[in-house]
């Protein structure tokens, strides 16, 4: 049959793709198709092809990427096997994942104006499209900015504005929000759906982000290992929470709960909630007032007796000229507490970790470790004491085998060999590497040298571990893995900080929340406190978990807990029905 | 080593880039013209005036200048020891001002040492008041107008940009080695450029993956789609620029002048 497609419409035939001097093929027969206008959200597991797929469209895939490669690509009526990809870009619009490497110019204006350039647009054309999709990405007077003085987010906003600039039919991003905060991630969705809504551009988008997706997209495509395994509007796969979850997604919060009630018989599949009103409205209906028992209302920050692991006093700090990054903290952590530090991009969380362990040093104030002041200790000296796991594992990583990576840190402490080895292999062992000590480490997956740089921290035998964003850009099987390995830590009695923007895990592990905000404390406590300050959090603007949400709209009903994890809120609320039922 | 480019709106500033090339290139060759640092000095003087005038930050300028002084205290010594006093015209220059294990340390061996001092100064300046007053896609642009390749142009511009980011990613790595116990720059000389190992891996390794995403990004954005680009800040001489560089040419065959009649040397 033939077929009449638009311009500005996709379709994908693919038989079979392989690269080159790759032993299994990446894709056996996909296929797909997005119709113009449409908003598509790319979902799965990481390696599950997605980036893959985005580099045919344009037909990086087979042209810069070589491999075997059968069957049909088309992107806006033209055949990717027949054009060259810096043909294809004047029409299809691709933004890859690290910002920093698709800046090409010294000043905002020159890079947005570097594809258009490239085009040989006119001169009057290229202003005329470099403001207006400086203007599209919110970056209007930013033109004489120099590139590399811009913020993470910042830099992701140009990146989609250079490609916009050329204006394409279609526009095809892989997970730009994956190092965003939850403000900018939320920015560059409403960004997007607003340029669908103006006019024809249709949009591919890649991501781990649940709310986002069901919210935005019009439809929803996951791959897992190379293969399309499902597609279709997003509250149909967010309702199906089991199915979401064994083709490792995280489904909503709300969901959940109306899952739970639908195994319970209360709900059917079609009514579990996939946004806060529906599930509101079903209290509503069924749930007239709470009489569930109050079971400590904001249970108090019980102060912990253990001994002090970290304390700061009056630690301040300014980085050169400018203003201050951390002003007057007074800080006290105990032995064993699971401490989050959340708050925006810029309000002083790494900065304040990395006085912790000597990579800053205050401007004024003292860190105290275990009560040692700290200022005479180099961070070398200080490794044997506070671990500190970076984001990104490729900045550590230089030795031929992980068991030697692994080792580098011990070399210097004078340890015999035997004690050495069994270190090392327990550090592997616990973080699963055990099998690969003999590995080249850039052989791993991105997953794995996370792992790896984790291992190279826990060998030192660190009684304090802080970690920055240990789930930044991972998918959900892997952020469960990782919070399962802080959480063992944990429990064997380690003092851990963890620096994130995902407020679920902050909920769920910590036992202590710090709010930063313009490098002050603007909050402590235990998560039970903390996530219901609704006021002082929006002032940060940081978003509480749904079920946070969800129990302070309950209070009409006489609801009175505070849970900050969905199963606690799942727990009274079917504890309440079964107590209606019995009493009926 | 140069200051870098800094938007205003002096009047360096407003000048084309062909203006100020030549104006460098006029400076530097009547710096060699004469061999009397007389002439050289009252060059440095109104380079001086130049750079001051446009609002050069002192501190850069400081910078700079403070590694090349112990170059300059030694062209001074050599050049005093080792010119023969033959070399020289005029009796006064002749003269050995004192001498040091029987080598003579002449007059003029001293004022030509000046002399090479004040063409380095020259040099540093008059391509400092360039770098500073003129943005980079202009130079690149010239280097096209001279018909140097597109390409060869745009790596150089990559590369400007990509100066500072790995300047933040050594920084990272430094500061990741550090935290998992690496002593950086710290025991003897050896042991001290050993431990830069541990940096210098990581990050070679992630500028050849950024050199194969900047690959990707190019022909994301249609490097190489058409025959010519555009520019879109066309450099232009206007009427200030037509009288500057004439003046800059006048200046150029005076000194010739003033040098063919012996006026100028030592």
């Known amino acids: 049959m033939f077929e009449v497609l638009e311009r500005g419409s996709l379709k994908v035939d693919l038989l079979r793709f392989k690269y080159k001097n790759c032993l299994t093929d990446i894709f056996s027969s996909l296929n797909f198709k997005i119709e113009k206008g449409e908003f598509i959200g790319l979902m799965g597991r990481t390696g599950a092809g997605k980036t893959t797929t985005m580099m045919l469209l344009n037909g990086l895939i087979p042209h810069f990427l070589e491999g075997d490669f059968e069957g049909n690509v088309i992107a806006n009526t033209m055949n990717t096997q027949r054009y060259r990809v810096q043909t294809m870009a004047r029409f299809i619009g691709l933004v890859l994942q690290d910002p920093e490497t698709q800046i090409f110019g010294i000043t905002v204006e020159q890079d947005v104006a570097f594809g258009p350039s490239n085009l040989a647009f006119e001169k009057e054309k290229i202003r005329k499209v470099v403001g207006k999709s400086l203007k599209a990405v919110g970056l209007e007077g930013y033109e004489k900015r120099m590139t590399s003085e811009l913020s993470g987010g910042e830099k992701q906003r140009l990146a989609i504005a250079g490609v916009l600039a050329m204006e394409p039919e279609i526009l095809v991003l892989d997970e730009p929000t994956s190092e965003l905060d939850p403000a900018g991630k939320e920015e560059i969705y409403k960004l997007l759906s607003g340029l669908k809504k103006k006019g024809d551009v249709t949009i591919l988008i890649s991501g781990h982000d649940t709310e986002e997706m069901l919210e935005y997209a019009d439809r929803i495509i996951v791959l897992d290992n190379g293969q399309k395994i499902w597609e279709g509007r997003p509250t149909v796969l967010f309702k199906n929470v089991v199915l979401t979850k064994k083709i490792g997604i995280r489904p909503p919060e709300v969901a959940e709960i109306g899952n739970c009630l639908k195994e319970c018989g209360l709900l059917d599949q079609d009514s579990v909630f996939t946004n806060r009103n529906e599930f509101l409205q079903f209290t509503k209906n069924n749930l007239s007032s709470f009489k569930t028992s109050d079971n400590g209302s904001g249970k108090g920050h019980s102060v912990s007796n253990d001994s002090i692991a970290i304390e700061t006093k009056d630690l301040s700090f300014n980085y050169q000229q400018k203003k201050s990054a951390l002003n007057e903290l007074n800080i006290k952590i105990h032995k064993g507490e699971f401490v989050a530090l959340i708050g925006k991009n810029g309000a002083g969380k790494t900065t304040f970790s990395k006085q912790l362990n000597g990579l800053l040093r205050p401007t004024k104030g003292t860190v105290f470790i275990n009560g040692n002041d700290i200022s005479q200790l180099t961070t070398a000296q200080l490794s044997k004491e506070v671990g500190y796991v970076f984001q990104n594992p490729d900045h550590q990583i230089f030795s031929a085998t992980v068991y030697e990576e692994v080792e580098f840190g011990l070399k210097k402490m004078n340890l015999s060999e035997k004690i050495r080895s069994t270190r090392i292999n327990s550090a592997l062992e616990f973080v699963g590497l055990e099998k690969f000590t003999k590995r080249h480490p850039f052989t791993l997956g991105k997953g794995e040298r996370q792992k790896l740089a984790f291992a190279t921290v826990l060998v030192m035998e660190p009684k304090i571990l802080i970690i920055d964003e240990p789930t930044t850009g991972q998918d959900w099987d892997g952020t469960n893995k990782m919070m399962r390995m802080l959480d063992k830590l944990h429990m064997k009695g380690h003092t851990i900080l963890m620096i994130t923007h995902n407020m679920i895990l902050a909920a769920e592990y910590a036992d202590r929340v710090i709010v930063f905000s313009n490098s002050k404390v603007l909050l402590d406590g235990p998560p039970e406190k903390v996530f219901y300050e609704s006021e002082i959090l929006k002032s940060a603007s940081i978003t509480a978990p749904d079920c946070v949400i969800l129990a302070a709209e309950l209070r009409d009903t006489g609801y009175k807990n505070y849970p900050v994890t969905i199963n606690k809120l799942q727990n009274d609320l079917l504890e309440q029905l079964a107590w209606k039922g019995n009493v009926n | ?266």
């Open chain 2, 1 to 266: 080593m140069l200051i870098e480019y800094y938007p205003s709106e002096s009047y360096v500033h407003k000048l084309d880039v062909r203006t100020k090339a030549l104006g460098f290139l006029v400076f530097t060759i009547i710096s060699f013209v004469f061999l009397s640092p007389v002439i050289n000095l009252l060059i440095v003087l109104c380079a001086c005036v130049i750079l001051f005038t446009i609002g050069t930050p002192s501190t850069g300028i400081k910078k700079i200048i403070k590694p090349l002084l112990p170059i300059f205290i030694l062209m001074l010594l050599i050049t005093g020891f080792t010119y023969p006093a033959s070399n020289f015209i005029s009796e006064e220059n002749q003269r050995t001002l004192f001498s040091l294990w029987s080598i003579p340390f002449t007059l003029g061996g001293f004022l030509y040492g000046i002399t090479l001092v004040l063409r380095i100064l020259i040099m540093v300046i008059t391509s400092t008041i360039v770098t500073y007053t003129t943005p980079i896609e202009d130079i690149l642009q010239l280097l096209k107008k001279i018909k140097i390749p597109h390409q060869f142009a745009f790596i150089i511009a990559t590369g400007i940009r990509f100066i500072p980011t790995m300047q933040k990613k050594s920084e990272m790595i430094q500061e990741a080695q550090k935290a998992r116990g690496a002593e950086i720059g710290t025991g003897g000389f050896i042991k001290s450029i050993g431990s830069y190992i541990t940096v210098l891996i990581p990050l070679i390794v992630d500028s050849l993956r950024m050199s194969d995403n900047l690959a990707i990004a190019m022909l994301n954005r249609g490097f190489g789609a058409m025959k010519t680009t555009t520019d879109l800040n066309e450099i232009k001489m206007r009427g200030r620029d037509y009288l500057i560089c004439f003046g800059e040419v006048i200046l150029i065959a005076f000194a010739f002048w003033l040098r063919s009649k012996n006026i100028g040397v030592l």
